[in-house]
């Protein structure tokens, strides 16, 4: 833990600090709102800790307390973490060697690890970002959601707090660097367009995957570099 | 009963997903544009995230405070405001114009 607060720096530690604080008010919420609405307590720490994938776990209680069937519920989740695949063939290379570290290291595999991790420059600040990320939120979530389900419904609407917004601007932040370069540039404001254009038509985690349509706009924008950007900005 | 096993296989289903990528790129050898390649879908997925989590609740447009809230947020960024800053008035934004009654 020493090492990687040395190679973090206090800077660091404190962004993912305050993303744990906004992801540990959710968590509450999202245990507050699932005992609220009729599941037992264990149901919701027993997700956190299986799937630790916040908008999933959201799906899953927020379809099956609507009547819906569980295994549909189950698909749907399925649908919305689809994305943790080219995720992982992004960060691959963070996990460092061992079966230990791969398994633990896959399963720590989220929006604010992925991101954390690219928003590093070099290879040894992105291994200690994404592990400390990662632990710290697992921690910080399956704690928060405990307290959530025991406190009912202390904090049902995160809304009131802005908290709704700091999610998308925390991914935001760490992704802006890294749309300096001119095709990635392109190719996430295609993607992005996408995802909200289909978003009313497809089912959820669906929009997200079909940004990934944009992706050549990479290359498009590397060969020719000052004409393509003006024609795809325009 | 069932919910056991349903988060279960949701669990396991999500782990999958996320070992697939590390596992199959243990095995393939990729050269440096497939990496590059790679590094950009996930800032693409991620700026999808941002959009859709910024302007949609559900299938509906989530309203004013939220996207507010995230320009503002976006703006400090990008004026490479610190981190913290970054996030409380992105926070903070929409919290205020709930506040005052905007949606």
């Given at each position: 833990m020493r090492s990687i607060q040395r190679t973090l720096g206090r800077d660091l530690m404190r962004d993912i600090g305050l993303v744990c604080l906004a992801d540990g008010i959710v968590g509450l919420s999202y245990g507050a709102i699932a005992v609220s609405s009729?599941?037992?307590?264990w149901v919701p720490m027993l997700l956190s800790v299986v799937v630790f994938a916040g908008a999933s776990q959201f799906l899953f209680i927020g379809l099956v307390a609507s009547g819906g069937n569980p295994i549909a519920a189950v698909v749907a989740g399925l649908l919305v973490n689809a994305r943790h695949i080219p995720f992982g063939f992004a960060?691959?290379?963070?996990?460092?060697?061992?079966w230990g570290r791969r398994l633990l290291g896959s399963h720590l595999m989220i929006d604010e690890t992925v991101a954390f991790a690219l928003a590093q420059e070099d290879r040894r600040r992105r291994r200690a970002a994404y592990w400390a990320c990662g632990i710290s939120l697992f921690v910080v979530w399956n704690a928060s959601v405990v307290a959530g389900a025991f406190a009912?419904?202390?904090?049902?609407?995160t809304g009131a707090f802005g908290l709704d917004a700091a999610f998308p601007a925390v991914l935001l932040a760490l992704v802006l660097p890294s749309l300096k370069d001119r095709g990635v540039r392109a190719a996430a404001l295609a993607g992005a367009v996408l995802a909200v254009a289909a978003t009313p038509f497809l089912p959820a985690g669906l929009p997200v995957l079909l940004?990934?349509?944009?992706?050549p706009l990479v290359l498009v924008g590397r060969n020719e570099p000052d004409k393509t950007e003006a024609g795809v900005n325009a | 009963m069932l919910l056991i096993v349903c988060a279960v296989v949701l669990g396991a289903g999500t782990f999958a997903f996320r070992f697939a990528g590390p596992a199959l790129r243990a095995k393939v050898e990729l050269n440096a544009r497939a990496e590059k390649l790679m590094a950009a879908a996930a800032v693409v997925l991620l700026a999808a995230l941002v959009a859709t989590s910024a302007l949609i609740e559900g299938t509906e447009f989530a309203g004013i405070a939220r996207p507010a809230g995230v320009l503002a947020g976006g703006v400090l960024a990008w004026r490479k405001a610190p981190f913290v800053v970054v996030v409380l008035a992105a926070a903070a934004t929409a919290a205020g114009l709930r506040l005052l009654g905007v949606p």
């Open positions: 009729g599941f037992e307590v960060v691959g290379d963070v996990f460092g060697k061992g009912g419904t202390a904090v049902s609407d940004a990934l349509l944009a992706v | -």
